[in-house]
C-alpha cells in the first residue's frame, strides 16, 4: 500500500459582525434580515486571541473568513496575531489583496470574486494573480449537491449556484490558477454530522493541487476517513465541533494527533 503524506490540520477563524462565530453553512442571509441565521457558537474570546494560539501550535495553513460586512478590524487583528500563519477569505479582490497580504496574511481566498451573477469570470481571476501571484492565491470551490446529484460551486455565503460544477475538469482547469482550493461541504457545514464522502472521493481522485476540506466533521473517525481516502491530497478544517468553538473534540487532542510521530 501506497503511503501517502499525512493530512494536516488546518485552523479557521470565522468571523461575523466583528466575533469568533461558528455558523451553519448557508444559513447567512445575504438580505437585511437576520431570520435565517442559524449560530452554533459564539466566542467570548477575541480573534487575536485564536491566532494567537494556532501559533502557539505551529498550524499553519488556517484561515480567516470574513463572513459579511463589518469584520475588517477584527480580521487584521487575526492576522497581526500570527503574520504568515493564516490565510483571509470574504470580499477579496484584486484591489485589496495585496493590502491583506502586507498585514501579514499568507494567502487570499476567493470564490465570489471569480463569480458573479452565476458566471465564471476569467478576467477577474487573471487581474488577481497579476496582482499577488498565483502562490498566493486559494480557490475556494465550496459547493452544494443540485437536485440531479451534481456539486455545484456556490457564492455569494454559499447562497446561490453557479453554472460551475466540481468535478475533475474544473479542478485541472484552476490548478494553474491557484496554490490549493479550499473546499466547504456546504450541506453538511456546521452540522457535525459526519463528512461527505462522496466529496471527498472526488477532490482525491481528480485534484492535482493540495485541498483542504471543511464540513461535518464530529470525531476522530471522520478525521481517520479524510487522511485514509484523502490519499494525502485532503486536509482538514473542524469548526463546531471543536472545544474552543464550544463542540465536543478537544483541540488539543487535535493537535496531538496532528503532531503525532
Not at 494573480?129 to 480557490?139: N, T
Request: net charge negative; glycine share 12%; proline share 3%.
Amino acid at each position: 500500500m501506497k503511503d501517502f503524506p499525512r493530512a494536516r490540520f488546518r485552523p479557521c477563524i470565522d468571523l461575523h459582525d466583528g466575533k469568533v462565530k461558528q455558523i451553519v453553512g448557508g444559513t447567512l442571509n445575504t438580505g437585511n434580515g437576520e431570520n435565517e441565521l442559524q449560530t452554533n457558537f459564539v466566542s467570548e474570546k477575541t480573534p487575536e486571541w485564536y491566532a494567537e494560539l494556532y501559533k502557539q501550535h505551529a498550524l499553519t495553513g488556517g484561515h480567516v473568513i470574513k463572513l459579511g460586512p463589518g469584520n475588517d478590524e477584527a480580521a487584521l487583528a487575526a492576522l497581526r496575531a500570527y503574520p504568515g500563519g493564516l490565510q483571509i477569505g470574504g470580499g477579496i479582490n484584486a484591489g485589496n489583496a495585496g493590502s491583506f497580504l502586507d498585514a501579514g496574511a499568507a494567502g487570499v481566498i476567493v470564490t465570489s470574486f471569480v463569480f458573479a451573477n452565476g458566471i465564471f469570470l476569467e478576467e477577474n481571476l487573471q487581474k488577481l494573480l497579476k496582482a499577488v501571484g498565483r502562490e498566493h492565491i486559494i480557490l475556494d470551490l465550496s459547493c452544494r449537491k443540485a437536485p440531479d446529484g451534481r456539486y455545484m460551486v456556490v457564492t455569494d455565503r454559499w447562497k446561490n449556484f453557479t453554472s460551475m460544477e466540481l468535478n475533475g475538469e474544473t479542478l485541472e482547469r484552476f490548478s494553474g490558477s491557484c496554490a490549493e482550493f479550499l473546499v466547504h461541504a456546504v450541506d453538511v457545514e456546521g452540522k457535525c454530522s459526519g463528512i461527505d464522502e462522496q466529496l471527498l472521493d472526488i477532490l482525491a481522485r481528480f485534484s492535482p493541487l493540495q485541498c483542504v476540506y471543511a464540513g461535518g466533521i464530529a470525531s476522530f473517525d471522520d478525521i481517520a476517513l479524510i487522511e485514509n481516502a484523502g490519499k494525502g491530497k485532503v486536509d482538514y478544517t473542524i469548526g463546531s465541533a471543536l472545544d474552543i468553538f464550544g463542540g465536543h473534540i478537544a483541540y488539543d487532542a487535535v493537535v496531538k494527533h496532528q503532531q503525532r510521530t
